[in-house]
């Protein structure tokens, strides 16, 4: 393609000139820039050799050649450069296209001893040479070209005219012998030696004497098993033989050799020519060319690679076939914990593995050397079993005695890791092109795992970016640099209120209430100067006009400002409520009266708070708390015990709890009450004690009160036993028999229990009320709500009730509701009960209640009733109720029904005084 250039083509020469000078548009390889990695890299290699080489490549088979095969080419060259076999050679085409296919299907072919490309040329030795014709593959393993290499120019003398010569006369072959380069020896039919020339001789390094007449495998009895057998096959089919074999000599030099053996009548005419050189030539090239398929095949499998993982085992893949080791190892630099940490591993045993995992190491240190190998070895370094390094000793005990760590270098000289390749046998070294093509792997590798990581950590600040923005609790605001919104993200939306459309534009000052417009501004000042502000609280406001607290923070950058937010509206409101909380609990405190304390034990230190000081009869803060100030206002009679009880609980690790008096300096004497626990160390040392004390004096006389009560109670008690077998002696003498005692008694103890659970639920200063009593014995016969045609109440409500006096009274009342249930105005039709009630001052200003209970529509002077209130009921309204409560009663039987007033003296809630 000419006038293009060419990046990769450098080497120099004639025909790397040729090939960059060379328009090939038309040619069936197509542009020069367009050749795949395969060709190009088979050119390099070709130009680069000082081997004569020649490729055929394509379905054409164009070829191509280097400077050094161009005399073989003789006339033919350069007109023989970018053509196809066929069209140079086309009288020869009939043989060596068959053998050319051959190549391509996979098969590697040698001639031996046929004429040149450039036979016909003057100089006859020049006409006949051995070539080595083999595939070339692609990276998929497909065949694309020939190399052939020419092996060297054969005898000038072909085989048979040799064994003419060799039968025209002794004398001319043994003037042959002399003058012959190549080693020569004659066998008889038995394979036995007859003779062989100076060269040969030279060769073996034994006389002829000591040679002649012994069979070959008497003369030669380590050789290759395959020599006699072909020796064998000449005699037999009467057809010349080859082959190429190593040989071991008697100073144990081995080389190669290459054996051609030719019929004659006395036997076997046998050539041999060291061909070391060559071999070596043609395994080095092989070995480059593997080396190289290698380095391409891991470029073109990884270009694309994103798991580093594969990455690196891959790396350690390619390194094991260049240097052919039997185990290795990738490790990579680990900054943070200062290691050589493995992330690939082939051929090691579980110990080594375990021992290679993490290699203390940086690269300050020189555990990679400038030249990227452990240890300082540029080359194969024999194993210490009684190393220092614990891996290297777990790598001994496995049988590898030999390594080499080459350093994975970045661009910018950053040393990433080492791969290390590990062989079975000491002693060994790596060629020059095994060290290049692993220092080119180590390059390559470093690259590409540089490349990943780069792409890796982009990936991860993207991601990072991204998560942050997306972060739901975290605002964030782009702003450019005339302080207009230039973008948001969707948690600022959402404290926000506003649409990414609405945001577009504005100025903070659109978002912000103008009380705080200065200290805004004062901030993005600061924020321009510095390149960044403090965190600071202010208000927004939403789109709805509503205002949120943020509590926001911004940086400059390259294009304006960032701005990040994070609604502490919640926050605001719980401080507020965590303030009004520690208020409360203050004036709890202090109403409840409660004293806290504090005792560092370690330290001695005490803290008391402002009531802990009132209830010791001190000035708050007067004096300065302590254990032993605590312990001196005790009372003399409870310091030892409370003391006690306060060592006990520390030793046993449980509450304090404890009552005591204190004794003021005014001498007056308080009851308190102490709780309290105890914080430990680590050792099991108490360490702190935290408590709190409350004054317990009135406590104290209450329960002294109580004493009293109880006794009181226990009269009470005595006096309803009485109440109720007084309630028994009546209904018995009134009953005609046991049924209708048992109804009578029941009903009137449930009138005295509603009486009881009434005074049950009253609390010290409550009584019980005339309104409650009398609806509750009116309802549990089931008179309300009343009827205003049949039943009327009126009178006050609220007017409490002596205790003492409720029982006896309560019960004179069932029993009136009672006989005017069964035989009075409630059980007659037409009948109406009027009940009314107010009361009074007495001369010395006493409270009275006064009740008159009017029954009407009720006739007395039927026979089937007998007259009603000549019971029990009577009697109590009469004569105990005067008796027991000082009443003053009347109870008359008119002509439609009872008529009963009752006055008692009542509780002095309902009085003046």
Same mark, same amino acid.
């Given at each position: 393609m000419t006038g293009t250039e060419v990046h990769w083509l450098k080497t120099p020469g004639e025909m790397a000139r040729r090939i960059r000078e060379h328009d090939w548009q038309d040619s069936p390889l197509g542009p020069i820039a367009g050749w795949d990695q395969t060709l190009r890299t088979a050119v390099d290699l070709m130009l680069a050799s000082g081997h004569a080489m020649q490729l055929a490549w394509g379905p054409e088979r164009i070829v191509l050649y280097n400077d050094a095969y161009a005399p073989i080419l003789g006339k033919r060259h350069p007109a023989a450069f970018g053509r196809r076999v066929r069209d140079i050679w086309p009288e020869a085409w009939e043989d060596a296209g068959p053998v050319i296919d051959r190549v391509f299907a996979g098969e590697t072919v040698r001639f031996e001893g046929r004429p040149s490309p450039g036979a016909g040329s003057s100089d006859p030795a020049s006409a006949w040479w051995s070539f080595s014709c083999s595939p070339v593959r692609d990276e998929r393993g497909v065949v694309v070209g020939l190399l052939n290499v020419p092996l060297g120019a054969a005898p000038a003398v072909r085989a048979a005219g040799a064994e003419k010569a060799l039968g025209a006369s002794e004398r001319q072959l043994r003037h042959v012998f002399e003058r012959m380069t190549e080693a020569f020896g004659l066998m008889d039919r038995d394979l036995r030696i007859v003779t062989q020339n100076n060269a040969a001789l030279e060769m073996d390094g034994r006389t002829l004497e000591e040679l002649v007449g012994l069979t070959h495998e008497e003369a030669y009895p380590g050789a290759d098993p395959e020599l006699e057998r072909l020796y064998r096959h000449a005699l037999a089919r009467n057809e010349p033989v080859q082959l190429e074999h190593r040989h071991e000599f008697d100073d144990g030099d081995v080389r190669w050799l290459e054996m051609r053996a030719f019929p004659v009548p006395e036997g076997l005419a046998v050539f041999w020519r060291d061909v070391t050189g060559r071999k070596e030539a043609e395994e080095a090239l092989a070995e480059e060319l593997r080396s190289v398929r290698i380095l391409h095949d891991i470029a073109a499998r990884l270009v694309s690679e994103e798991n580093i993982r594969t990455i690196h085992e891959e790396i350690l893949g390619a390194a094991l076939a260049i240097t052919r080791a039997e185990a290795g190892v990738v490790q990579m630099h680990d900054d943070e914990h200062g290691a050589l940490v493995t992330l690939a591993s082939r051929g090691l045993g579980a110990r080594a593995q375990r021992q290679l995992r993490a290699i203390p190491a940086s690269i300050e240190d020189g555990a990679v050397d400038a030249e990227g190998s452990r240890g300082g070895a540029r080359t194969c370094h024999d194993l210490d079993p009684d190393s220092d390094d614990p &891996?290297?000793?777990?790598?001994? =005990?496995?049988?590898?005695? &030999?390594?080499?760590?080459? &350093?994975l270098r970045s661009r910018a000289g950053e040393v990433l890791g080492v791969v290390s390749t590990y062989w079975r046998q000491p002693g060994g070294r790596l060629s020059d092109r095994a060290l290049r093509f692993l220092d080119l792997l180590a390059r390559q590798a470093a690259d590409l795992i540089g490349q990943r990581r780069e792409e890796a950590a982009r990936r991860r600040n993207e991601a990072r970016l991204e998560s942050a923005l997306s972060i739901s609790t975290v605002g964030v605001l782009f702003w450019d640099c005339d302080g207009r919104i230039t973008d948001t993200n969707g948690a600022f939306l959402q404290m926000s209120g506003f649409a990414p459309d609405e945001l577009q534009g504005m100025r903070w000052q659109d978002l912000t209430p103008p009380e705080f417009h200065a200290r805004s501004q004062a901030f993005l000042d600061e924020v321009e100067a510095t390149g960044e502000g403090p965190p600071y609280e202010k208000q927004y406001l939403r789109a709805d006009g509503s205002r949120w607290w943020g509590l926001f923070s911004a940086r400059r950058m390259e294009a304006g400002y960032v701005e990040f937010v $994070? #609604? $502490?509206?919640?926050a605001k409101e719980a401080r507020a409520r965590l303030e009004e909380s520690e208020e409360r609990l203050a004036s709890v405190v202090e109403i409840g009266q409660l004293g806290l304390w504090d005792w560092d034990i370690v330290t001695g230190r005490v803290l008391w708070s402002d009531e802990h000081y009132r209830m010791m009869g001190l000035a708050v803060g007067a004096v300065e708390p302590s254990y032993a100030l605590w312990a001196s206002g005790l009372h003399?009679? #409870? =310091?030892? *015990?409370?003391?006690?009880a306060l060592a006990e609980a520390m030793a046993e690790r449980h509450a304090f709890n404890r009552e005591f008096r204190v004794v003021r300096e005014d001498g007056t004497v308080r009851w308190l009450h102490g709780r309290g626990r105890f914080v430990y160390s680590g050792k099991g040392r108490p360490v702190r004690m935290i408590g709190a004390v409350v004054d317990t004096t009135e406590r104290r006389e209450w329960e002294d009160c109580q004493e009293v009560l109880i006794r009181e109670l226990q009269h009470r008690t005595f006096n309803l036993l009485g109440v109720v077998r007084s309630v028994a002696e009546g209904t018995l003498v009134s009953s005609r028999d046991l049924p209708e005692f048992r109804k009578k008694f029941a009903e009137r103890i449930a009138a005295l229990a509603r009486v009881q659970r009434h005074?049950? =639920?009253?609390? *010290?200063?409550?009584r019980i009320t005339f309104d409650a009593l009398i609806e509750g014995e009116l309802e549990a016969i089931g008179a309300l709500p009343p009827d205003p045609e049949r039943l009327r109440l009126s009178g006050p409500r609220g007017?409490?009730? =002596?205790?003492?006096?409720?029982? $006896?009274?309560a019960m004179a009342l069932h029993e009136l509701v009672t006989n005017?249930?069964?035989?009075?105005?409630?059980?007659?039709?037409?009948?109406?009960?009027? $009940?009314?009630?107010?009361?009074?001052?007495?001369?010395?200003?006493r409270s009275w209640l006064h009740l008159e209970w009017r029954e009407s529509g009720v006739p007395m002077n039927g026979k089937a009733d007998p007259p009603a209130g000549t019971g029990q009921g009577r009697a109590l309204i009469e004569e105990a109720l005067p008796f027991q409560l000082s009443a003053r009663t009347t109870f008359t039987l008119g002509a439609d029904g009872v008529h009963c007033t009752i006055a008692l003296p009542v509780s002095d809630q309902n009085g003046t005084s």
């Open positions: &891996a290297e000793r777990a790598l001994v =005990r496995e049988g590898l005695h &030999a390594g080499r760590s080459t &350093a $994070i #609604d $502490i509206t919640g003399p009679d #409870d =310091r030892a *015990p409370t003391e006690a005074l049950s =639920r009253l609390g *010290p200063s409550q007017v409490a009730l =002596r205790s003492a006096s409720v029982q $006896i009274f005017a249930l069964k035989h009075g105005a409630l059980g007659r039709k037409g009948g109406r009960l009027d $009940i009314a009630w107010e009361v009074r001052q007495d001369e010395r200003d």
